[in-house]
């Protein structure tokens, strides 16, 4: 492999232009031993995962990471392609699109398949019906943060307040929005969400005391906690996360707003058992590799490295649970 | 962390980190990759950092991060190229210095616009990586001050600079802005989730994105109208002369290049937009304290050297969240925060006392890459300028195929491909019919800002307009946008009343 990057630290100098067009071209993993061709998966030819979120993101870095192992393991190339858009809607679509033939996969995002249908209107947000399911990936927690010196700790600090209070959310139809509308309707709290446009745009009003508390991805927020800028207040998953295992959970406060962000590798639908059998192992055998597990750690992820049927299952419930208690307390996700 | 611009150690550590080989040679890849990439229209810093980040992992954190920030720098250095080149600004910083630096090519002294413009650049990113240096910590609250309240008067004051800026009709300027800010309505409701102008397309859920439009309004919109021209008028290649700026042309601008640092600096700081309003704001200062405020438009040297100069430093200066508060403040520096955290560092508040090698590596590298890129500059701006001499049958569809394959490799959608055409045929008719598409874009960009911004600012106040103006920042920059706005029509209403009634008493008294 390290051979692989000096020969392309070489040629990203000399024939930089060229390279990166076809860098682009090809816009994805260029590691991944790909000596073996024509062996092991069913053809040599290489797998396409896509991501319907921005490079950088934690959707991307995930995808990144397994496509590692999974590379290793089934000795074909494993690129991932970014098609940002639509809360993940667009990679769906296209992914519907593809053959079955296992050579085109996508990391879903749990909140476009139980937070969103409830925000949008009817039929722009993609039935998971219409998927074959490879395997879960990892779970990602929600913390409820403010700033020191809003004078807020607890739950009850909030309901005390006196006065409305405004929470950032990280945009419509996000486990970010869902978890706090759970949770002020529940304690019932009288609150407006301020949406923006994403978790760092949501951070730095909680940090600035733009709005008095936002609920933010644990990875994402783990270093101003740390470094005492944010207080944390609950976290969202029904058990503490091992991140943040001082912290109580909204559940232990008293309510029932069990929220996380979980992802899983989806595939179009019709998917040969053999085929779904090598990938299900290729990523059992990317799981097990230290680096990444390492990578799950150093971004507070927790695995859920569970089979296809237990996501399915899992995230239907989820949908089913959320649309009966968002109607309870009649809360609005997407306003008209 | 306030003795921080007092302990001088650790600054001189980084400079040792910096000057070891290996990373002096990561640093001339990155800015080299990032110069390579400018240049290419579409794809961006931010795709290139993604796609070399898993080259990163085998190599020393703060090698790594050395590399992929040059790739940022240097992508700032690239993008005038095209910009004044061939018409085709990467970002949208880089918009308002096509308005003279194509009029300086056209004139056949490209070679003036890029040198001055890699000259500002270079004094921007000193300038800013200083301010940096001693001022990172104290300032970096600065961005926290600015919320939807502060931005909402930051945007309004940037669209009036808007139709300010262009060069000919004002009420055609007016126009294109409107349409602009229209195209910026287009996509999902980031407040309801409801969807507006997307006629059920997904791929319109998100809105229209920057870059299609820009290659589309100014890139393919300028090829279309060249090509016609070439029927009317037998075009032969732009000459070529004057590869550097004479010493008129660097006192001219050096001026501009001072307030373009001051201004990039500042307005780098802000998360969202920080750079385009810098670059804006900074074309916008030097065309009003111009005393031939019509040349601007028409190949104004200090019309490149400011907002240039802005730009870069803003580029520089939006480090300064990253690096301090763990906030990316835009695009790419989401991305390298990404790439930080996959080489297993945590950008936030500790990074300073945690890794001040890092922090300081980083930083001094910059010094080292905006020397290499202004060294390399020097031969490469007569390489590039060369292009101009390829004959435009030859040279016009390379450049389009190079767009399409740039603009598709953005988020690898041919959605934007068909944007780009429908956006080029708009370009080709507004020029034209007269209208300036520089207008039409600003306003879309800052567009997407004010909406978003006042919408929020409304829901913190619970509906009451009133607290714009009870916020110190924000109240400021109001009564300064009212005065920008009404002090001309004041001066206007007063001049006709005197001149028809030719009573002055009352009006001087007023005055």
């Known amino acids: 492999m390290n051979t692989t990057y000096r020969a392309r630290r070489w040629a990203t100098t000399g024939a930089g232009l060229a390279l990166a067009?076809?860098?682009?071209?090809?816009?994805?993993?260029?590691?991944?031993?790909?000596?073996?061709?024509?062996?092991?998966?069913?053809?040599?030819?290489?797998?396409t995962i896509l991501v319907g979120q921005d490079p950088g993101g934690s959707t991307d870095l995930i995808a990144r990471a397994a496509a590692e192992g999974l590379s290793d393991d089934l000795g074909v190339p494993v690129t991932v392609e970014n098609k940002p858009g639509a809360n993940g809607a667009l990679a769906a679509q296209e992914l519907a699109g593809e053959d079955p033939d296992g050579h085109t996969l996508m990391v879903y995002n749990g909140s476009l398949a139980y937070i969103t249908p409830l925000a949008v209107g009817e039929g722009e947000a993609p039935d998971i019906a219409d998927y074959d399911i490879v395997t879960g990936l990892s779970l990602d927690d929600y913390v409820l943060v403010t700033a020191p010196d809003s004078g807020f700790a607890t739950v009850e600090d909030l309901a005390a307040a006196g006065r409305p209070v405004t929470f950032g959310t990280t945009g419509v139809g996000t486990g970010s929005q869902l978890s706090q509308e759970l949770l002020f309707a529940q304690a019932d709290i009288d609150a407006t969400a301020v949406p923006f446009d994403g978790g760092s745009p949501t951070l730095t009003a909680v940090l600035g005391g733009q709005v008095d508390v936002g609920s933010i991805q644990l990875?994402?927020?783990?270093?101003?906690?740390e470094a005492g800028e944010l207080t944390a207040i609950v976290t969202f998953a029904e058990e503490r996360p091992s991140y943040l295992s001082d912290v109580p959970t909204a559940v232990e406060a008293g309510y029932d707003v069990p929220v996380q962000q979980a992802r899983a590798v989806f595939a179009p639908k019709g998917l040969p058992e053999d085929v779904m059998t090598a990938l299900r192992d290729g990523f059992q055998a990317a799981f097990e590799e230290e680096a990444y597990q390492q990578f799950n750690e150093?971004?507070?992820?927790?695995a859920w490295e569970v089979d296809g049927d237990e996501v399915r299952e899992t995230w239907t419930s989820n949908l089913d649970e959320y649309r009966s208690v968002v109607e309870e307390f009649g809360i609005e996700l997407g306003g008209e | 962390m306030d003795t921080l611009a007092v302990d001088i150690a650790p600054v001189l550590d980084g400079f040792t980190v910096?000057?070891?080989?290996?990373?002096?040679?990561?640093?001339?890849?990155?800015?080299?990759?990032?110069?390579?990439?400018?240049?290419?229209?579409?794809?961006?810093?931010?795709?290139?950092?993604?796609?070399?980040?898993?080259?990163?992992?085998?190599?020393?954190p703060v090698t790594a991060i050395i590399m992929l920030s040059g790739i940022f720098y240097g992508a700032q250095y690239g993008g005038t190229i095209t910009s004044v080149l061939l018409k085709l600004p990467g970002?949208?910083?880089?918009?308002?210095?096509?308005?003279?630096?194509?009029?300086?090519?056209?004139?056949?002294?490209a070679g003036t616009a890029l040198g001055i413009a890699a000259i500002g650049s270079f004094v921007g990113g000193t300038v800013s990586i200083v301010a940096l240096s001693f001022l990172a910590p104290v300032v970096a609250s600065f961005a926290l001050d600015f919320g939807p309240p502060e931005y909402t008067a930051l945007a309004l004051l940037g669209i009036l600079l808007v139709s300010t800026i262009s060069s000919g009709s004002r009420l055609k300027a007016l126009v294109a802005a409107s349409i602009g800010l229209l195209l910026a309505t287009v996509g999902r409701d980031a407040f309801t989730g409801g969807e507006r102008f997307t006629f059920g397309n997904l791929n319109l859920a998100d809105g229209l994105d920057f870059v299609p439009i820009a290659m589309g309004l100014f890139g393919l919109g300028e090829i279309l109208y060249n090509l016609e021209e070439r029927h009317t008028a037998a075009q032969a290649p732009m000459k070529v002369a004057n590869v550097w700026p004479s010493r008129r042309d660097l006192r001219q601008s050096s001026g501009a290049i001072g307030r373009g640092s001051v201004?990039?600096?500042?307005?780098?700081?802000?998360?969202?937009?920080?750079?385009?309003?810098?670059?804006?704001?900074?074309?916008?200062?030097?065309?009003?304290?111009?005393?031939?405020?019509?040349?601007?438009?028409?190949?104004?040297?200090?019309?490149?050297a400011g907002p240039e100069t802005a730009n870069n430093a803003a580029a520089?200066?939006?480090?300064?969240?990253?690096?301090?508060?763990?906030?990316?403040?835009?695009?790419?520096?989401?991305?390298?925060?990404?790439?930080?955290?996959?080489?297993?560092?945590?950008?936030?508040?500790?990074?300073?006392?945690?890794?001040?090698?890092?922090?300081?590596?980083?930083?001094?590298?910059?010094?080292?890459?905006?020397?290499?890129?202004?060294?390399?500059?020097?031969?490469?701006?007569?390489?590039?300028?060369?292009?101009?001499?390829?004959?435009?049958?030859?040279?016009?569809?390379?450049?389009?195929?190079?767009?399409?394959?740039?603009?598709?490799?953005?988020?690898?959608?041919v959605f934007d491909i068909v944007l780009v055409i429908v956006f080029g045929v708009l370009g080709y008719l507004m020029k034209k019919l007269g209208f300036d598409p520089g207008p039409l874009l600003l306003a879309f960009v800052l567009g997407v800002l004010l909406e978003e911004s006042l919408r929020r600012s409304l829901l913190i106040f619970d509906g009451n307009a009133a607290e714009f103006f009870t916020r110190p920042i924000s109240g400021t920059l109001l009564v300064v946008f009212l005065l920008v706005a009404l002090l001309p029509l004041i001066g206007k209403a007063f001049a006709r009343r005197r001149s028809a009634e030719q009573q002055n008493d009352t009006t001087k008294e007023l005055v």
């Open chain 1, 21 to 47: 067009l076809s860098l682009a071209a090809c816009g994805g993993n260029v590691g991944g031993g790909s000596d073996a061709e024509g062996e092991d998966f069913p053809g040599g030819d290489p797998i």
């Open chain 1, 219 to 225: 990875g994402e927020a783990i270093e101003q906690i």
């Open chain 1, 298 to 302: 150093d971004n507070q992820l927790t």
């Open chain 2, 18 to 60: 910096v000057l070891e080989p290996t990373n002096l040679l990561y640093c001339l890849i990155g800015v080299t990759v990032g110069m390579l990439v400018g240049v290419l229209p579409g794809l961006g810093p931010a795709a290139t950092i993604a796609i070399l980040l898993p080259i990163t992992i085998g190599i020393e």
């Open chain 2, 91 to 109: 970002e949208a910083s880089s918009v308002v210095t096509v308005f003279d630096g194509h009029a300086l090519s056209r004139q056949g002294r």
């Open chain 2, 263 to 304: 201004l990039g600096f500042v307005l780098g700081i802000l998360p969202g937009g920080g750079a385009t309003l810098a670059s804006l704001a900074a074309y916008a200062v030097e065309k009003r304290r111009s005393k031939t405020p019509e040349r601007f438009g028409n190949g104004a040297v200090e019309g490149v």
């Open chain 2, 316 to 413: 520089t200066s939006s480090f300064i969240p990253l690096l301090t508060l763990g906030i990316p403040a835009n695009a790419t520096m989401a991305v390298i925060f990404g790439a930080l955290l996959v080489i297993g560092v945590s950008p936030g508040p500790q990074l300073v006392t945690e890794e001040p090698e890092l922090f300081w590596g980083v930083i001094n590298s910059m010094y080292i890459g905006n020397i290499l890129l202004l060294i390399m500059s020097i031969p490469l701006v007569g390489l590039f300028v060369k292009i101009l001499r390829v004959r435009p049958a030859i040279l016009a569809p390379i450049t389009v195929l190079i767009t399409l394959i740039g603009v598709y490799t953005v988020n690898n959608s």
